[in-house]
T-cell receptor
Framework: QKEVEQNSGPLSVPEGAIASLNCTYS??????FFWYRQYSGKSPELIMS????GDKEDGRFTAQLNKASQYVSLLIRDSQPSDSATYLC?????????FGTGTRLQVFP | DAGITQSPRYKITETGRQVTLMCHQT?????MFWYRQDLGHGLRLIYY???????DKGEVPDGYVVSRSKTENFPLTLESATRSQTSVYFC???????????FGQGTRLTVV
């Protein structure tokens, strides 16, 4: 079992819709959770971090964490074509930073 | 300039040769990481370091060697390159406690 699991997609949503990206993790001791965005041919860039159960909002992005279910999600409201990218979930079991395989998001006009 | 830089950006090497990828950060971050990224596998952790002179294996360490004699540098060496090590390599760093990590531009390595 991989430590961090994501659906590889692609997830296709129309412009203006809500995109929902999901991630599960296996290590219950994980304390920190991150969402990175990676455009094709570029480096990953951090878009959200979340450390406690519940929701955290930043502009059009909302991260949700449920430690009991070992589940992290990212909602993107009012999706734009510029949001088309691969979204990587990352988790910190002990002092490592482990990534999922990423979900490719396509936002079409 | 402040930040995290990798060199070289592109490298072609032959099977069996030793090659070293460099990573330098100017933030004095405690943690540094090396990942490889391949289609279908996402980012896989090769090695990481919590501080100077402290290194530990990640998910896919075989065939790689690291060192960290100074906080700002974390070189990755392929002792005898194989075609399966053709990949894009990313270095990242973050503060103590594995907080938000920042990535270098990546090194595209081709082993022929």
């Amino acid at each position: 079992q991989k430590e961090v699991e994501q659906n590889s997609g692609p997830l296709s949503v129309p412009e203006g819709a809500i995109a929902s990206l999901n991630c599960t993790y296996s290590d219950r001791g994980s304390q920190s959770f991150f969402w990175y965005r990676q455009y094709s041919g570029k480096s990953p860039e951090l878009i959200m971090s979340i450390y406690s159960n519940g929701d955290k909002e930043d502009g059009r992005f909302t991260a949700q964490l449920n430690k009991a279910s070992q589940y992290v999600s990212l909602l993107i409201r009012d999706s734009q074509p510029s949001d088309s990218a691969t979204y990587l979930c990352a988790v910190t079991p002990t002092d490592k930073l482990i990534f999922g395989t990423g979900t490719r998001l396509q936002v079409f006009p | 300039d402040a930040g995290i830089t990798q060199s070289p950006r592109y490298k072609i090497t032959e099977t069996g040769r030793q090659v070293t990828l460099m990573c330098h950060q100017t933030w004095s971050h405690s943690y540094m990481f090396w990942y490889r990224q391949d289609l279908g596998h996402g980012l896989r952790l090769i090695y990481y370091s919590a501080a100077a002179d402290i290194t530990d294996k990640g998910e896919v360490p075989d065939g790689y060697v690291v060192s960290r004699s100074k906080t700002e540098n974390f070189p990755l060496t392929l002792e005898s390159a194989t075609r399966s090590q053709t990949s894009v390599y990313f270095c990242a760093s973050c503060r103590q406690g594995v907080t938000e990590a920042f990535f270098g531009q990546g090194t595209r390595l081709t082993v022929v």
